[in-house]
């Protein structure tokens, strides 16, 4: 139950040291990663810097001569990432913590994500509060706001030092409750606008045996998803919710990157894919100017919906439709494994129906031919008259995937 203890032993080496006494006098073994570039460590490392820039494939002398703090810390991440990942795969390591300001952040954090998700890693950090994304990532991690700055052990940090050091012990020492029998995972993709949809799929997955993780499509959710289908823990995809490739071609601030879509393709995993709510674009709140937060100007004087008190929506139109089914149709098309798109002929959200805001059976016609054009052959592509939200929609849906999860096994290749 070893913890890695990741820091700048130049200028953190007495909080680092406070938190590995803290450790180890609850029992648990530490190993001391130095990350520090330009003093001498002020307490002993059991895995030297020269090992950590050597595990990045550079010079720790030549950086020292250079003192280009940004390319110093990019090294560092990347050795720490390399080094951890490394004591993880050898059982070496149960747990990491970090401490730091933004250097100290970055470096420990890139360990910290090459890790797996259940592996307990806490980060305390000046940042740990605002825009965390390139620090978390898709991953646990636990951010501890440091509270005053990472300078020294005073009545405060000692406190937020004590009580992190103590959490990180709880982890690894304290008792799990016993392992349920594994089932295969199927992940789903889900809205507000989509959720009976996705409700009514899950419950035949599950009666087969399988368990659903449901992801709720704002950008992160993706993400995540898509990590957990690349570390090889899905069995199968039910991508109803699509949305997220309209924020990412259209602007909107839900984007998932131009990565999604593409996790269950690489790696062959069986997956149905729908257009839920490709309706719309995601923002802000709506300003008192006429155009929500964080849309572009040129939107000025589109069909804008407000969900609620902190999001706007705008409906797409027919010609970003046609590239949101281009990429549909381009992404499912590279796939690997067996790949259904179930296209929902009268409506895509629950706002995209007779009477409601966002109806408009021209855009999503557009929508559904593009990805007619752009799909080939190993596409199994399924049009049924009825809207995603269904009964018969989210049969449909839940069915095509157990069948494809079953072919998927009797198949030459799954055996």
């Keep these: 139950m070893t913890v890695l203890l990741i820091g700048t032993l130049d200028t953190k080496g007495a909080e680092v040291g406070f938190v590995r006494d803290r450790l180890q006098e609850s029992g648990v073994p530490t190993l001391v990663m130095d990350v520090g570039i330009l003093g001498p460590p002020t307490i002993p490392a059991d895995i030297s810097r020269e090992r950590v820039f050597s595990a990045a494939g550079v010079s720790l002398s030549e950086l020292q001569a250079e003192r280009d703090r940004g390319r110093a810390v990019s090294a560092a991440a990347e050795g720490a990432r390399t080094i951890a990942a490394q004591l993880h795969a050898e059982r070496a390591i149960t747990g990491v913590f970090g401490l730091g300001g933004s250097g100290g952040t970055i470096i420990a954090t890139s360990a910290m994500r090459a890790l797996p998700?259940?592996?307990?890693?806490?980060?305390?950090?000046?940042?740990?509060?605002?825009?965390?994304?390139?620090?978390?990532?898709?991953r646990d991690i636990v951010l501890w706001p440091s509270v005053v700055d990472v300078a020294g052990i005073n009545r405060i940090s000692r406190t937020v030092l004590t009580n992190a050091a103590l959490a990180m012990a709880g982890m690894v020492?304290?008792?799990?409750?016993a392992p349920v029998p594994d089932r295969p995972i199927i992940t789903a993709t889900m809205f507000g606008v989509t959720t009976p949809c996705v409700e009514q799929a899950r419950k035949p997955l599950e009666e087969q045996g399988n368990e659903v993780l449901v992801f709720h499509a704002t950008g992160a959710g993706g993400r995540t998803m898509e990590a957990l289908i690349a570390d090889g823990l899905v069995s199968g995809v039910l991508d109803i919710t699509t949305t997220e490739l309209a924020d990412e071609l259209a602007g909107g601030v839900l984007s998932a990157g131009p990565e999604r879509l593409t996790a269950a393709g690489k790696l062959g995993v069986p997956q149905v894919i729908s257009?839920?709510?490709?309706?719309?674009?995601?923002?802000?709140?709506?300003q008192s100017g006429g155009l929500p937060e964080g849309a572009a100007e040129s939107y000025r004087g589109r069909n804008f919906y407000q969900h609620n008190?902190?999001?706007?929506?705008?409906?797409?139109?027919?010609?970003?439709?046609a590239r949101f089914g281009e990429e549909i149709g381009r992404k499912a098309t590279a796939a690997k494994g067996p790949t259904a798109i179930l296209l929902p002929?009268?409506?895509?959200s629950a706002i995209d129906a007779p009477g409601q805001p966002f109806h408009d059976p021209e855009a999503d016609a557009v929508l559904f031919q593009a990805i007619r054009l752009h799909c080939n052959h190993n596409v199994d592509l399924i049009e049924l008259d009825l809207h995603i939200n269904d009964p018969e929609f989210a049969a449909a849906a839940a069915g095509k995937l157990l069948e494809l999860l079953q072919s998927s096994e009797t198949s030459p290749a799954a055996g």
């Design 117 to 138: 998700i259940g592996v307990p890693r806490i980060m305390v950090s000046t940042l740990a509060s605002g825009q965390t994304r390139p620090y978390v990532g898709e």
């Design 173 to 177: 020492t304290l008792p799990r409750p």
């Design 275 to 286: 257009v839920g709510a490709l309706d719309m674009v995601n923002f802000g709140p709506m």
């Design 309 to 321: 008190a902190a999001v706007t929506l705008m409906r797409t139109t027919p010609d970003e439709n």
């Design 345 to 348: 002929l009268r409506g895509v």
